[in-house]
Structure formats: C-alpha cells, structure tokens
C-alpha cells in the first residue's frame, strides 16, 4: 500500500521569502514521487518528479524537492516566492500497478502569496 | 497549455440526469484517465483505458461509464446524477500506461442541482 500526507493544508508566505511545502509518503516499494501544481481554474501541471536517480531534483519556475528516504518525505522548495506561484500544490506518489503507473495523489496544499 | 482537452468547460443539471464529458488526448497519447475532485474526497482516479481497452478502475460508481474511441478521444457517462457527484473532472492523457508524466487537461465542472 501507498500512501502520501501533506503536512500543511494552507501556507501563506510573502513575496521574495522562501517557500516550503510538506509531504511524507508510505510505500512498501521504492517509490516515485511528484509534485504537480494547479492553478485556479486549470489542470493539473507536473512541476518535478523523483524516479530513483539523483535525490535532489530540480523543476519547473525554481521549484526542487529533496528525496529523503531516511524521513520518508520528499518537501517541495523554493528560494523566494513570486506572486505567480499562489496555487495548490499536489504530492503525489506513484507505484506500477499490473502493466499501469498507478498515482496516489495528497490532499494538497494552498499556497498564499502576500505582496 | 498540457494538449489534453475536454469538453464542456460547466455543466450544470438536475439530479436523476445523465450527462456525457468528452476528453481528446494528447497527440500520441494512448492511454487515458478519469479523475474526479471533490471537496470531500480529494483526487480519486476513476477509470483508464489504453488503445480503446479498459486497462484499470479506481473509485468508479457503478452510474458511471466511459469508453476510449478508435480516434482515441474518450467519453465519461455519468447517469441517475446526484448532489454528491457534483465536482471537478479531469481528464489526463500518458503516451503509455507506464509513464511517468500523465498531462491533465483543464477540466469540466459538474454542478447537479
């Protein structure tokens, strides 16, 4: 079984400061863990994803999220916020499921940007 | 702009209706998913097909049908509606059942009144 929890359901943060979103995951299986982004009004879009090579991965608009198997979590950064990046932020893990890459999705996080 | 589009955009109708939602993929996807997002459950995957096939079910109500075309687009049919199916659905399109990105389109919003 697999399963993946955002410690935060809302975060709110200023303009230029640091962004930092939680989420541990459980899986029995070497995981692969994703962070998608959506904005109000639209879909989902993939901002990175952690399929078992480096740790440190790097995404789109200077997001990264770090692989931590030791904690079990996989937190989404980001050095200095803009007004853009106010949306909700899915952790997302996956396993392969009978031939299919089954996504089990957290609950999400609302990110607030103030100016 | 992810290619996946759907159709309509709102849907608004009354309980005991049915309703049909229209996905096309990506170019070159073949597979498609169907995810429903609520307020109460979060995101639940649905159904998936692959090249016209039924290839997985998730938390699908037996009111609830889909199929994938040989063009490839897919319909949701959702019948005898209630309150509670109102929500966001969204479609999403791989280029197989193994990939690791899946490319979501903007979603209908189903209202049932």
């Known amino acids: 079984a697999q399963s993946v929890t955002q410690l935060d359901s809302h975060v709110s943060v200023s303009e230029g400061t640091p962004v930092l979103l939680r989420c541990n995951y459980s899986s029995s299986y070497s995981p692969s863990l994703f962070w998608y982004v959506q904005h109000p009004n639209k879909g989902l879009q993939l901002l990175l994803k952690?399929?078992?090579?480096?740790?440190l991965v790097k995404g789109i608009n200077g997001f990264e999220a770090e692989f931590k198997k030791s904690e079990t979590s996989f937190h989404l950064t980001k050095p200095s916020a803009h007004m853009s990046d106010a949306a909700e932020y899915f952790c997302v893990v996956s396993r392969m499921d009978t031939g299919r890459r089954a996504l089990t999705f957290g609950s999400g996080t609302r990110l607030q940007v103030q100016p | 702009d992810s290619g996946v589009t759907q159709t309509p955009k709102h849907l608004i109708t009354a309980t005991g209706q049915r309703v049909t939602l229209r996905c096309s993929p990506r170019?070159?996807?073949?597979?498609v998913y169907w995810y429903q997002q609520s307020l109460d459950q979060g995101l639940q995957f649905l159904i998936q097909?692959?090249?016209?096939?039924?290839?997985a079910k998730g938390n699908i109500l037996e009111r609830f049908s889909a199929q994938q075309f040989p063009d490839l687009h897919s319909e949701l049919n959702l019948s005898s509606l209630e309150l509670g199916d109102s929500a966001l659905y969204f479609c999403?399109?791989?280029?197989?059942?193994?990939?690791?990105?899946?490319?979501f389109g903007p979603g209908t919003r189903l209202t049932v009144t």
């Open positions: 097909y692959y090249n016209g096939e039924e290839r």
């Open positions: 170019s070159g996807d073949l597979s």
């Open positions: 952690y399929t078992s090579a480096a740790t």
């Open positions: 999403a399109s791989s280029v197989d059942p193994a990939a690791y990105e899946q490319y």
